[in-house]
């Protein structure tokens, strides 16, 4: 086996284990999870895949995916804070020096019971993709330049691998005599990292190991480089890093090692079919080998550093910490994946950041989570129910250990109580007389301790055991998956913001101190990854012109403006009012006015027919007026659109002194919901928010103007602009509708998601309707499957709204999906493409377009530079050398990085009954994303994708009014979406009558208008 040591300068990460019993003294009255899981419950066999899957296990973070800065924001704004070269030391190099291990381990005597009987066959194979055939002519289209990717070749020797089936069990004592007792009982153990330091142990230990290289991907597979002289052993290991004194954490583990035997007895997996792959002898991907080399290269780095989904960070110095408020803080690290290129599988590196837990004690962090101190929170008398909703949602599922014993105990949290530690009660059984005690009381008669706080909740642990919040530690190294509010954002920004040249530097830095050359798994499975990032031909694609009234535009850099220009159509807008919530110290009538006169000209100036504003009203912010007046702003003044001033908020106040004396609005953002849902659902009227700040800062200002009409003459029926139709030559001779699909998962119903399709309605891409589907969610290993069940019914409606407004039935229908992975492209091909297939039949029975679908993803770690310069200008396409060997697949950079590195798009096609060439479906989507209604600027998405996302965001805003608490825990039943669909209309462009430009009369008689209207 390889010697190994861990890295200089470096403490090995803590070794977290679940312990699996509840407090032995303090049951709850449910205890939700109580029953407790022995080894002989159903653990599902592992699934060969190229993807690492997911553990269930509860202190790591190994499988969980990571919330990077490019999540947030695609630009940042900032080229400071993000650690340069110098930064990187934080992750040593690698240093693969000799150590030792001295536990010892002592085999079962059931090691020599092995039987035929008991081996394990693999007859599972991964459900696999067909795609469709990739061009055979690349792309030719644009200028051609080189560009340096973060993507290093990978070599590998065609041996023959060894797999097994590895089951980890702990060996726990018995709750009831936790002090004293020998028996034990068995738990699985789930906790990949865990799993790995006993995995490393044994290793170290079993002469079964000798002189034998072996890697463990943390949940059931291992991979070794020569066979195991038995193909069942059952050993077991002391963990010797665990402390033997604490009676809390036994430390004694079972392993069962069993052969993954094929159908002919064998249990190799040769990496030969890699290389048949890349010299055109395949045609398929042999997943298997991928898992191998995608597990050799995790098996040292899972062992030294924090992984997170297929990353690994750094625990930072004191000195070195980022917090980020609310109880979070910024680690840094990198991304390591293998991925398929043309001719070779590629090591992918690249920097990136993500949010973790602060390790400190419950009663700071919630302090700091809910923006106040430790003396607040325990002059209180108890917390509001929206800051437990709060807390719930940002800790459920979180470890800590409690601090009011000589040993401390790690439990996983179930809840926040809503009733305080002085009101919690419970059935205490002494000597078999039963009697009620509350925790405050139980804690000092048990063990001496007066709580401090007992007017603030417990903590419920996953077996039902209450904890006091100050007798709690918040655990180290605990991923935080949550959303961050504004101020984390910008924080996040500003420590993470680097600009090209710099991420760059440090991804060859980081190549540096990985020490590839020198790891021993590497060696032993004869891997190699070379020195040099891979060159990639790519091309720049020509700028589409924008067409408005009575000119076209070419843009510069991603952008244009509106100077001297009309929109393509404007709306027309006869009954406007303007009504505001602002306070009047704040937002006076005079600003009202000016406004409303600025925005009568520039509208008029954008080609926009708006009238003169027919009444301006000054109300009151509240909640319980809002209806109030908006239906008197419809009835008495015949209202088509109502402007509504919003309040200002705290942080307004600061950056405009007048009316310092008047306060600002609890939460102008729940007001703007509740605006929303009433005028757009219950009324049945358009409106357009403004905050009350920017009326005061920015009323006269044209920029502003200009955006704000952009808004209001695509809400309003208008068009803005179109594309030139060379641009999309091919499209426009025959009907074709596009589709751009998104899934948004809704607030406060955890087993639901959103399901929204826009699908255009004229033939220049600028006009969409748009449907919604609310589902349960389906989860597959512990992963929700973002699969659109109901996509027949929808993709029927967008079809109809097609035939409505233009009496064309479309011959080609191209589909952009949005949040799909690879390892559910099966998934989509097998139920969302087949579903669009059924849609078309079941509106004519010979009914079938050609369909296009292209899956479009934005988190992954491919970047490319320029040869020279810094930046990739708009329109870089890459379609070879790192591209899939057989996928229709390519990278388009749409967008242009004001500052920071830009992400290119990546564009998978899982169907093509177009055979559309690679110049055809990149010019067409490069032009999409420049139709985007919103702004003068091309965006990183197609404008069918990024309306998806808006209508699923605008449905999730009205859905969470619904609920009986907006932050989470109301009702679990999906509302009726219906009525929330004809409040998203106004959120894109409004499907209305055009012209029927085709030239093309058709009739669709075997329509079912009946059934459609009502799915």
């Not at 719930?392 to 000589?406: A, C, F, R, S």
């Not at 798994?521 to 009575?550: C, W």
């Not at 925005?599 to 007026?625: D, K, M, W």
Request: charged share 25%; net charge positive.
């Amino acid at each position: 086996m390889p010697n190994k040591s861990k890295r200089k300068g470096r403490k090995a990460p803590e070794n977290g284990t679940k312990n699996m019993a509840a407090h032995p003294e303090i049951p709850s009255s449910t205890s939700p999870g109580a029953a407790e899981r022995d080894v002989a419950e159903n653990i599902d066999p592992p699934i060969l895949s190229p993807l690492v899957q997911e553990s269930s296990g509860d202190i790591t973070v190994e499988d969980k995916e990571e919330l990077t800065v490019e999540a947030l924001q695609e630009e940042p704004r900032h080229q400071t804070g993000y650690p340069s070269c110098s930064n990187i030391s934080e992750i040593p190099p690698v240093s693969h020096a000799a150590d030792s291990s001295s536990s010892t381990s002592v085999e079962d005597e059931s090691t020599n019971r092995t039987s035929n009987l008991e081996d394990i066959i693999d007859v599972r194979q991964p459900v696999v993709a067909i795609m469709p055939p990739k061009p055979k002519i690349p792309g030719k289209l644009g200028r051609k330049v080189t560009l340096i990717s973060n993507c290093f070749p990978l070599q590998f020797d065609n041996i023959y691998v060894y797999h097994y089936d590895v089951e980890i069990i702990k060996l726990e004592p018995n709750v009831e005599s936790v002090l004293t007792a020998d028996d034990c009982k068995k738990y699985r153990c789930l906790n990949t990292r865990l799993n790995r330091k006993v995995f490393e142990q044994l290793q170290g230990t079993d002469e079964h190991f000798q002189g034998l290289c072996a890697v463990f991907d943390g949940k059931r597979n291992m991979y070794a480089s020569k066979k195991l002289p038995k193909d069942r052993l059952e050993c077991k290991v002391l963990l010797s890093e665990y402390s033997v004194e604490n009676p809390f954490e036994r430390n004694t583990f079972k392993i069962i090692i069993k052969a993954v035997k094929k159908q002919d007895g064998s249990c190799f997996i040769s990496l030969e079919p890699l290389g048949a792959l890349f010299r055109g002898e395949l045609h398929s991907v042999p997943q298997e080998a991928l898992m191998v080399l995608e597990t050799v290269l995790r098996q040292f780095p899972c062992l030294h550093y924090v992984p997170v989904g297929r990353s690994f960070f750094n625990t930072p110095l004191q000195d070195d910490s980022r917090p980020l408020g609310f109880g979070k803080e910024v680690w840094f690290g990198y991304h390591q994946s293998v991925r398929l290129g043309q001719q070779t599988p590629m090591v992918n590196l690249d920097i990136t950041a993500t949010t973790f837990y602060k390790s400190m004690p419950a009663i700071d962090y919630i302090a700091e989570f809910l923006d106040t101190s430790t003396d607040r929170l325990r002059m209180i008398g108890s917390l509001q129910d929206k800051d437990i909703v709060k807390l719930n949602n940002d800790l459920k599922g979180i470890n800590v250990k409690t601090t009011h014993m000589p040993y401390p105990r790690k439990y996983r949290v179930f809840s926040v109580t809503r009733e305080n530690a002085n009101a919690l009660d419970f059935d205490l059984e002494v000597n078999g007389v039963k009697r009620k005690i509350t925790v405050k009381e139980y804690f000092l008669e048990r063990y001496g301790t007066r709580l401090r706080y007992s007017n603030l909740p417990c903590f419920q642990a996953e077996k039902g055991a209450y904890l006091p919040l100050e007798l709690c530690e918040i655990v180290k190294e605990q991923h935080s998956r949550k959303d961050l509010n504004s101020k984390q954002q910008a924080e996040m920004i500003k420590f993470t913001a680097t600009s090209p040249l710099d991420r760059f530097s440090n991804t060859i830095e980081i190549h540096k101190n990985c020490n590839f050359n020198n790891d021993p798994y590497l060696e032993n499975f004869g891997i190699k990854v070379l020195d040099h990032p891979l060159k990639v031909d790519a091309r720049i694609l020509e700028i589409p012109s924008i067409v408005y009234r009575p000119v076209s535009v070419r843009p510069k850099n991603g952008s244009w403006n509106m100077n001297k220009k009309q929109y393509f159509k404007g709306a027309s807008i006869n009954k406007w009012v303007l009504l505001s919530f602002a306070h009047p110290d704040h937002c006076s009538r005079e600003d009202l006015v000016a406004f409303s006169k600025s925005l009568h000209r520039y509208a008029n100036e954008q080609g926009i027919n708006l009238q003169v504003c027919a009444h301006i009203e000054e109300a009151t912010p509240s909640f319980n007026n809002v209806e109030t007046y908006i239906r008197k702003m419809k009835r008495e003044f015949k209202a088509e659109l109502i402007f509504v001033v919003l309040p200002f908020e705290p942080k307004d106040l600061k950056r405009n002194q007048r009316g310092r004396r008047s306060p600002a609005a609890d939460d102008p953002h729940i007001l703007y919901s509740e605006i929303k849902r009433i005028a757009e659902i219950n009324i049945g009227v358009v409106t357009q928010c403004v905050k009350g700040i920017n009326v005061v800062d920015k009323g006269q200002n044209a920029s502003f103007l200009s955006n704000l009409c952009l808004k209001l003459n695509a809400k309003m029926g208008g068009i803005n602009n179109s594309l030139m139709p060379q641009a999309v030559r091919r499209f426009s001779k025959i009907p074709v509708i596009i589709i751009g699909i998104d899934v948004n998962h809704a607030i406060g119903v955890d087993s639901y998601s959103l399901a929204a399709a826009v699908g255009s309605v004229d033939e220049h891409f600028s006009r969409y309707s748009v449907t919604l589907k609310a589902q349960q969610n389906e989860k597959r290993n512990k992963k929700t499957l973002e699969v659109i069940r109901e996509m027949n019914s929808m993709v029927r409606k967008l079809l109809m709204a097609f035939y409505r407004n233009l009496r064309l039935k479309p011959k080609k229908l191209i589909v952009y999906r949005d949040g799909v992975s690879d390892g559910q492209f099966a998934d989509v091909q097998e139920r969302e493409i087949k579903k669009i297939r059924e849609a078309c039949t079941s509106l004519e029975a010979n009914y079938e377009p050609g369909i296009t679908y292209i899956v479009v993803q934005k988190r992954h770690h491919v970047r490319f530079l320029p040869e020279r310069g810094d930046q990739n200008d708009p329109g870089t396409v890459v379609d070879s050398q790192v591209t899939h060997p057989l996928n229709f697949d390519f990278y388009l950079y749409s967008h242009f990085g004001m500052k920071g590195t830009s992400r290119p798009s990546y564009y998978t096609v899982l169907a093509d009954d177009n055979n559309f060439s690679f110049d055809e479906l990149e010019k067409l989507t490069y032009s999409l994303c420049h139709t985007y209604v919103r702004c003068t600027k091309s965006i990183s998405l197609p404008a069918p994708v990024q309306y998806a996302d808006l209508a699923a965001y605008r449905a999730r805003r009205h859905l969470a009014s619904y609920l009986k608490d907006l932050e989470g825990e109301g009702s679990k039943t999906v509302v009726d979406l219906n009525t929330v669909l004809e409040a998203i209309k106004s959120s894109v462009p409004l499907m209305l009558n055009s012209e029927n430009n085709w030239g093309i009369s058709q009739d669709w008689s075997q329509m079912n208008w009946k059934s459609i209207d009502t799915v």
